[in-house]
């Protein structure tokens, strides 16, 4: 109740993972108050009490958002709301610099939910980023170095139990090291239908969580209350299944063979009394009446081929995934990665159960392996996610058939549907612009797509106040292409030229009108004139918006020298370039904006044929354009 | 004297790692006889004759090869000299396809040399790679995960000795995880201390290397004789040393704690006897009278404190660092990575030894330490190094100090020199694109890099044959601009202007000469009069050059049609743009040609400014241009 209070009454972004709008941030659109310290703040509160109310989630993807927010808050030298702010951050407040940070903290989170330094710059990598440098690599890396350093510091001085739960595992939080791995030809078969059920089961996971989160969407919109009390059906729901459930299962004698405590009745450990007599278990309370940690150590314990029945192991997945399908959407900080391999594990298990004496490895190893395949077949990554299970069961001889598993289940998994960040980031109405163009986009040009816009409106070099100000309260663009008319000719150039003299952003042109930087005559200065009134720290203040700027009408009158403000250096294509490549141009690079410019070289033609942002290039939009195109694309697919 | 005949003789691309060329060729720099089937077979060959000589070199490097080779064979669909040619496989035959399966290639030799299939996948994205999608990814992934089962299978196939020491090791080569490790804050100084001299050495290291390749490029020059003579006395002297220097070494008695069999006299094993009488071993014996791999693994040995004395470590460590500057440069295949970890491990474990017992963690474990310290410093990677050593050693609680360690040692290591790959590359003069452009290239504008070369050529729409064969034959251009004077108006414009058609590539050009496609008058046909006559595979052929391609006088008078040929929608930049600009999207895009367009827009201008190259934009060849630029980084690097 905490977490979700928090959640809708103070920042409703805590909600979720955050990993989705932590890669959009670093695709270039930014979800506001994302980073925010409220956010952090929260999502830490909240963090902790969801996951001690024993819901179905994870703390993994909160871990990651965390690490993303500290970063983004270190990169601006503070919280811009609470005036907590070091001046001598501030040098780190540049776009690619703060790009780097955010993904530095979700590397360093992975980090420190799995103890899996490798891991979590992998997932940065293949998961997070949109753009990736070779720096990028080993500052990442330097982050889980320090990550894992720091860890490991804390461990040793908790070592003696000062610190409760913390540090129990070491390093490895799941370790299954103790088995040595021997398998044979005979064990490719089950191992491969691990990883096709794996690819099946994620993809129906993502196919069912979209359906819940629509309707979550329609009874969030109902206001606050409604939220609340969803969130509270949900924790109640989940208390009631994981209390009551246990007493279905009939009470296990202890296998007097096995070196473990049994019955256990303290916080943690694998065979639970719970309503049983002395010297016998309850294998379904051993799972649900644990941590989510203690019960993924649980299935994934080795040599323990009778602790859990079938039965207990299909009723403990089926209820995790009844459970994970419902408490994902609520408000309140979630991650996927743990409820993911709770019912990962408990299908590995049951499947190498089923299988009894046919196979040759351990039914733990199973587990793992199903859990793999599970993510696999949810997220879609295969790297990162075999480095992390490396780096959490600490048995490197598993690695073949891992990865084994891992492609089967991202192949099946992909021929189905989209990985599960992308269905959220679909959900969200985020514009995440894809590495590949659709390849319907060949066969349209930038001018034809720029002839279906608006037409695009330029401003002068030398402009009057009064047309910037109308221009910018008249339209919402960013960016405005700036062109001057009959130039003084250049040698050899005939006079009455135009020249495209670059790009001016929306935000530079509140600033100068707000500075009030405005020339009594239209007459071109010297550009250092105006130059030397400003230095680029007063132009990449946040400012107002226009609406808020005031002028008199003898300011309006007067007129501005646009040439010091503008970027000089856009990037340009010409109109007769495809839309595809111009996105991989806009997408490779990095843009906002980029220039059309015209084929032809005359007089009275225009230098510019129009711009294009993001906006234009989402596959989405254009088909919104052009239905033909969409239709093609259908009637296309069909036929194929 | 195999490999150095087969090398000098019949493929001389095949000798040293390889690696180089094939970071140049996925940068887009085709080394020539690269790739080819003489090249894999004289690699293959060679590689088992250097190793097995005795000689200081790895297999890793040419396995590296090896692997982008067959690869490279595959996607080509067989050789082209050999007339070995599968048809089903041409549709990979083109430069991304080729470009990603020589990737797959790189990462599966790593995988294959270490049987470390994420180090592999993750040398290939952090050392050879240009440009990485995440498709390549997965691929690569795939490509190891196959390597590693099918040496898993053979390993299992081998298992009863029935393939000599094959298999030896399992999928551990150097496994030291028989040793637990602790370690307490007392050990983060000589820890520290490890990655500092890592660094310094392996910069000296890459230092004196350069200047030793240099000196070989000069005894080169001289003929093939001299190159094999040269390859044989480096030979001669390695047995020599090899053999001799373990006399220096005393006798030392056999501890008879040790479970391990002392003295062996066998082929491989811990405590050699050699001139010792029974239970007494000669520890330098030990390393130098074995294979490298085996060497390795005494060095690392665990729980043996008191094996190798001072003196001998150091004989070995300086013997190998003289053997390795003067082995690699030879006309035989060579890699780097083994011999750098043998003076890292040697100088690990004497550090070790030197600090005795203020130390916690085992002599073994600093022995890898040194490895991964010196390998880091001289080849400056991080993540991937991290993992492949994880991987040799399968021990995954040395992750901390081992990435503290590499950190250091690469930060060190980036004080002093580039890295060895680029002071290579850099010595074979590959015109290698870095990533990030200079800094002085913001202050100019490829206009003015433009002006600084000869003016470019460009051609009409529809040219006379005569003037084609011209060009193509007075200049060494690959592509051509082409401009249609006076176009026929599109509504709304004035008559007279000009078009930039687009870009049309020489390799087509010769085709087309070839093919004959010529026009009897000078009349723009509709396009698909011409293109109906040919499928793009006809221009993708690789074709004659332009000397050979005979044509008649009346031919020579007749025009072609360029339209149907060109690329009409090349990549362009706006004169005023500065060179960092365009070093930036020239590299991202991953371009062969940049056309320049003029900013200003008027009757009688140009539409086409120049043409920018890979050459145009090397730091070094504008720095010729504009000898002011070098002048002024220079006195400011001396001020700064």
Chains 1, 2 share one sequence.
């Not at 913390?166 to 191992?191: A, E, Q, R």
């Not at 594990?345 to 196979?359: C, D, P, V």
């Not at 793992?368 to 959490?392: D, H, N, Y």
Request: proline residues 5%; aromatic residues 8%; hydrophobic residues 45%.
């Amino acid at each position: 109740m905490v977490a979700a209070t928090l959640c809708v009454m103070f920042a409703p972004t805590a909600a979720g993972p955050g990993i989705p709008e932590i890669k959009a941030y670093l695709n270039g659109v930014d979800t506001p108050n994302m980073f925010g310290a409220s956010t952090l703040i929260v999502k830490i509160i909240g963090s902790i009490g969801a996951v001690s109310a024993g819901l179905d989630l994870g703390k993994e993807g909160p871990l990651v958002h965390i690490g993303a927010c500290l970063a983004s808050l270190l990169g601006q030298g503070g919280s811009d709301n609470y005036r907590l702010k070091w001046r001598w951050l501030r040098y780190l407040q540049n776009d690619r610099d703060r790009r780097d940070l955010i993904t530095c903290g979700a590397s360093s989170g992975v980090c420190a939910a799995f103890r899996a330094p490798v891991g979590g710059v992998l997932f940065a990598l293949e998961e997070v980023a949109s753009w990736w440098r070779s720096a990028l690599l080993w500052r990442t890396f330097f982050s889980t170095a320090i990550v894992v350093v720091v860890l490991r510091g804390f461990m040793e001085y908790c070592d003696s139990g000062k610190c409760g739960l913390f540090g129990k595992g070491g390093l490895i939080l799941f370790d299954v090291s103790s088995v040595s791995v021997t398998y044979h030809i005979n064990d490719l078969l089950p191992v491969a239908l691990i990883g096709i059920i794996g690819g099946v089961l994620g993809s129906l996971y993502n196919h069912l969580l979209h359906k819940v989160l629509r309707l979550y969407s329609l009874i969030n919109e109902k206001g606050r209350t409604a939220k609340l009390l969803l969130s509270l059906g949900v924790s109640l729901l989940t208390s009631i299944c994981l209390y009551l459930l246990p007493f279905l299962a009939p009470c296990t004698p202890c296998d007097p063979t096995l070196d473990a405590a049994c019955p256990t009745v303290g916080r943690s450990g694998n065979f639970k009394r719970f309503n049983c007599p002395n010297g016998y278990y309850n294998d379904l309370a051993s799972l649900l009446h644990a941590t989510n940690d203690d019960a993924v150590r649980n299935i994934f314990s080795t040599g323990t081929p009778t602790e859990f029945r079938a039965i207990s192991l299909l009723i403990f997945f089926a209820i995790y995934c009844i459970l994970g399908l419902f408490t994902f959407g609520i408000a309140v900080p979630s991650g996927l990665f743990l409820p993911i391999i709770l019912m990962g594990s408990a299908y590995g298990r049951l499947l190498a159960l089923m299988m009894g004496s046919h196979i040759y490895i351990d039914q733990g190893l199973y587990a793992v392996l199903g859990a793999a395949a599970l993510m696999s077949g949810s997220m879609r990554m295969t790297v990162s996610l075999c480095v992390i299970f490396l780096e959490l069961t600490n048995n490197l001889l598993l690695l073949p058939i891992m990865m084994f598993v891992l492609l089967i289940a991202k192949t099946v998994g992909d021929a189905f549907n989209p990985s599960i960040y992308e269905i959220i980031l679909d959900l969200k109405g985020l514009p995440f612009l894809e590495a590949n163009p659709e390849p319907w986009m060949r066969n349209l040009t930038v001018g034809e797509l720029a002839a279906a816009k608006p037409s695009v409106v330029s401003l002068g070099g030398i402009e009057k106040v009064v047309r910037v100000v109308e221009v910018l309260k008249s339209t919402k663009h960013n960016g405005f292409p700036v062109v001057d008319q009959g130039v003084p000719s250049p040698i050899g150039m005939p006079t009455g030229a135009t020249e495209l003299h670059g790009l001016v952003l929306r935000s530079h042109l509140v600033a100068v009108l707000r500075k009030k930087w405005f020339l009594k005559e239209r007459r071109r200065t010297e550009e250092w004139e105006v130059r030397e009134q400003f230095m680029s720290v007063d132009l990449a203040q946040k400012g107002p918006k226009i609406q808020e700027v005031v002028l008199t009408e003898d300011e309006m009158d007067m007129y501005i020298d646009l040439h010091p403000f503008t970027n000089t250096t856009p990037y340009t294509v010409v109109e007769t370039m495809s839309v595809a490549k111009a996105v991989v141009l806009f997408r490779q690079v990095a843009l906002r904006h980029l220039l059309i410019v015209p084929k032809y070289q005359g007089a009275g033609i225009s230098p510019i044929v129009g711009i294009l942002t993001r906006q234009d290039l989402i596959a989405h939009n254009i088909l919104g354009a052009f239905p033909h195109l969409a239709k093609k694309e259908k009637s296309e697919s069909t036929n194929s």
